[in-house]
């Protein structure tokens, strides 16, 4: 019983303190005056790489990819020149190129 008593007291105890409370009065302004501090320090801060931005990123990846067109472009334009380049001298380092008709040479 002595339990129950103590807890109950000490509830009413808690109650009276929370309705001891009063109101702080606040400035009206208080919020605006703080979020735009917010946001002053937030523009207030650079990242740790700043050249490294979004936009820059971009135009690096275009010229990345502008390389690897050229660079597949050339290869391809240039593997026919060189094939026909390559088994014309083939057929010239073996003498494969007969002007004649006949199977012996």
Same mark, same amino acid.
């Given at each position: 019983m002595k339990n129950k008593e103590y807890q109950d007291r000490q509830v009413e105890a *808690?109650?009276? %303190?929370?309705? +001891?409370?009063e109101k702080v009065p606040v400035n009206h302004f208080f919020k605006h005056k703080v979020l735009q501090r917010i946001q002053a320090e937030q523009h207030l801060k650079q990242p740790i790489i700043s050249w490294f &931005?979004?936009?820059?990123?971009?135009?690096?990846? !275009?010229?990345? !990819?502008?390389?690897? +067109?050229? %660079?597949?472009?050339?290869?391809?334009?240039?593997?026919?020149? &060189?094939?026909? *380049?390559?088994?014309?001298?083939? +057929?010239?380092?073996y003498a494969l190129q007969s002007d004649d008709n006949s199977i012996l040479n």
């Open positions: *808690t109650f009276e %303190v929370l309705e +001891a409370i &931005t979004p936009q820059f990123q971009l135009v690096i990846l !275009l010229v990345i !990819l502008l390389l690897n +067109a050229s %660079v597949i472009f050339y290869s391809f334009s240039n593997i026919e020149e &060189t094939s026909i *380049t390559n088994i014309m001298a083939f +057929a010239q380092e």
